[in-house]
């Protein structure tokens, strides 16, 4: 079964600082897909960056980029000169490759942005 | 708006009442799942339909739990005889199916989400 695990329950930081958001998982699958979602206190989840499992280069959408060290099964999230709007949850997924391809999900991060 | 759209928004009812919400997901995406997230935990996986098959369900929804997508577009979500364990934000998503066996950049579309509130 897959597993992710995000161990900070919260983080706090300063307004351009940039911020790491630990993710860690466990498959057994050799093909697999990595998500980020931020999940702001309206509730909608929003897709921010993929990464799968075969891609040979970190992912980078914008101000995200994804830290992906396939050995140590780590997709570390990464938000380049914070802003107050990236105050959220966070989640790290993994995808199912066959079947329901359903995202599985962390527990969550909370980021806060201070001014 | 072509989002992906959830009714009601949020859903206030006393144990033991049914409620029912509903999910319009992108017109186009034919897989829809559902997801149940409590207060600081992640979404967790409710169940999931491709067209109007419903192929996959978790362990958490109980028989009191019923789903559907009779024309494989909008679903509903059923709770009967609701409980104080049933509060929640119950999340709807659609995507484009993947290629099987291989990692998909499609994501998942979520909506706004229904919260459910049991007294």
């Known amino acids: 079964a897959q597993k992710i695990t995000q161990t900070q329950p919260g983080m706090f930081v300063q307004e351009k600082e940039a911020v790491t958001l630990d993710c860690t998982y466990d498959?057994?699958?050799?093909?697999?897909?990595l998500f980020w979602y931020k999940q702001p206190s309206s509730g909608e989840m929003i897709f921010l960056i993929y990464q799968g499992s075969y891609d040979e280069q970190n992912a980078t959408e914008g101000r995200y980029s994804l830290n992906f060290q396939k050995a140590r099964k780590s997709a570390n999230l990464v938000i380049s000169a914070s802003q107050l709007g990236d105050s959220a949850m966070y989640f790290c997924a993994m995808r199912e490759t066959q079947g329901a391809q359903k995202l599985v999900f962390g527990q969550g991060t909370r980021l806060t942005i201070n001014p | 708006d072509t989002g992906v759209s959830q009714n009601p928004r949020h859903k206030i009812t006393k144990r033991g009442q049914n409620v029912t919400f509903r999910c319009d997901p992108i017109s186009e995406h034919n897989r829809l799942y559902w997801y149940r997230q409590t207060l600081g935990q992640g979404p967790e996986f409710l169940t999931y339909f491709q067209n109007e098959a419903q192929l996959e369900k978790s362990r958490l929804l109980s028989d009191r739990f019923s789903a559907e997508r009779p024309k494989g577009s909008f679903s509903t979500l059923e709770i009967q005889r609701t409980e104080q364990g049933d509060s929640a934000m119950y999340l709807c998503?659609?995507?484009?199916?993947?290629?099987?066996?291989?990692?998909?950049?499609?994501?998942?579309?979520f909506g706004e989400g229904s919260r459910l509130t049991v007294l």
């Open positions: 498959t057994s699958d050799q093909s697999y897909g």
């Open positions: 998503a659609s995507s484009q199916p993947g290629l099987a066996g291989a990692p998909s950049a499609g994501e998942l579309f």
